[in-house]
């Protein structure tokens, strides 16, 4: 049965010129105990750092995604070898908490464990980032790549401000929101520093920086820098605006792309502040988020509709369709709507991923027809 149009036609929307291809463009990532089940993919320090596995795990994978979900366009670099410096198809932000001061647990089926190095004072305790043990293993890397392949791809998860805080400190850090606010934003200021070192680093070498972060950021033809903010579900949104929203706004007038990643189950509570960052082009909505209510805020703002891995375990096919369908509905502009669903574990069936990647070809399709929402 086809529903009633509810929007006006298509020629009413704002086309977006940054798009590569198709409207709502999507993405999948699963969990690395999903591709150690089905691929034998280990994770260990040796996927992150050794240049063989490194090409050969990176091309694995999209043989796997090819072979289960190619019909949808899914694994089209099969058949290459891609110097690909990071873990592209796994969410794993570790490197900048390391390169700072913090140990890493690697493992064969889970992505890194970050162990906090609580720290005592507010303090970047290295002199140069690139003189670090961290950063020379990551360089070695690169170097070996580079002399074999002649160029490099992708990008490493540079995580965020108070994510790396976090792994720094431990939960000190909020105590120092009221206790030592100055110091705290000058700490702030820091890290921020840093990011922006080894991101426009990495940007030099691969031109990119945040296809680690999500991948939907690779449909754009201009590479997105991606802020992480999953931390931001624990602080308020006064102490967002007093102590991190100005490094947002700083980062949104120098890096065009310029977006934000929010994971948590309540990224409608800071709209409102978002909406002060002068460019926010790119907006991951975490699972649970009032859709709705941030297009009001953010008229403008690409927004990258999360599903939940979690959920998405035991819903049926049609829940999941229509989830998709009313999440892009209330998004209001398919010119400005992505989907994705991240870090899926060994649980999900085949069926609920080609039941997402089929709605969302649908939706293209009946969008492209003038006939929304089935």
């Keep these: ?87 592209v198809h796994n969410a794993a932000g570790y490197f900048l908490s390391e390169l700072l001061g913090c140990n890493t647990g690697f493992f064969e089926d889970a992505p890194p464990q970050v162990y906090p190095a609580y720290h005592e004072e507010l303090k970047i305790q290295i002199g140069d980032i690139f003189k670090t043990p961290a950063f020379k293993k990551l360089y070695s890397l690169l170097e070996k790549l580079k002399i074999r392949y002649g160029y490099l791809s992708g990008d490493i998860n540079w995580s965020g401000i108070l994510n790396i805080a976090l792994d720094l400190q431990s939960e000190k850090i909020f105590m120092d929101f009221f206790e030592k606010p100055e110091e705290t934003k000058k700490y ?24 680690s972060v999500n991948r939907v950021v690779s449909h754009f033809k201009k590479p997105i820098l991606l802020h992480s903010e999953c931390s931001h579900v624990m602080i308020s949104v006064e102490d967002y605006e007093s102590f991190l929203l100005p490094f947002d706004i700083e ?31 790119f907006l991951d909505v975490g699972w649970g988020g009032d859709v709705k209510s941030i297009r009001k805020y953010l008229p403008d703002t690409f927004l990258n509709i999360r599903l939940s891995p979690v959920e998405i375990i035991n819903q049926t096919n049609e829940e999941i369709r229509d989830i998709i369908i009313q999440l892009v509905k209330d998004s209001g ?42």
């Design 333 to 374: 502009n398919p010119f400005l709507t992505g989907v994705c669903c991240i870090n899926m574990d060994d649980k999900v069936e085949d069926e609920k991923i080609i039941t997402i990647l089929k709605t969302v070809e649908s939706l293209r399709k009946n969008y492209g027809q003038n006939n929304y929402f089935f």
């Design 1 to 87: 049965m086809k529903r009633r149009k509810e929007h006006s036609i298509l020629s009413d929307y704002t086309n977006n010129s940054g798009l590569k291809a198709d409207i709502l463009p999507f993405d999948i990532v699963f969990h690395p105990s999903w591709w150690f089940k089905n691929t034998g993919i280990t994770f260990d320090e040796d996927f992150f750092y050794h240049p063989l596995k490194r090409i050969e795990s990176e091309r694995k994978m999209e043989k796997e995604l090819y072979n289960r979900f190619g019909m949808y366009g899914l694994g089209k670099d099969r058949d290459k070898n891609i110097p690909v410096i990071g873990a």
């Design 251 to 281: 980062w949104s007038r120098k890096f065009r792309p310029f977006g934000i990643h929010y994971c948590g189950a309540d990224p409608h509570r800071m709209a409102k502040s978002y909406a002060k960052i002068p460019n926010l082009d």
């Design 188 to 211: 702030f200021r820091d890290i921020f520093q840093v990011i922006e070192k080894v991101t426009t680093y990495i940007q030099k070498e691969t031109g990119t920086t945040s296809v």
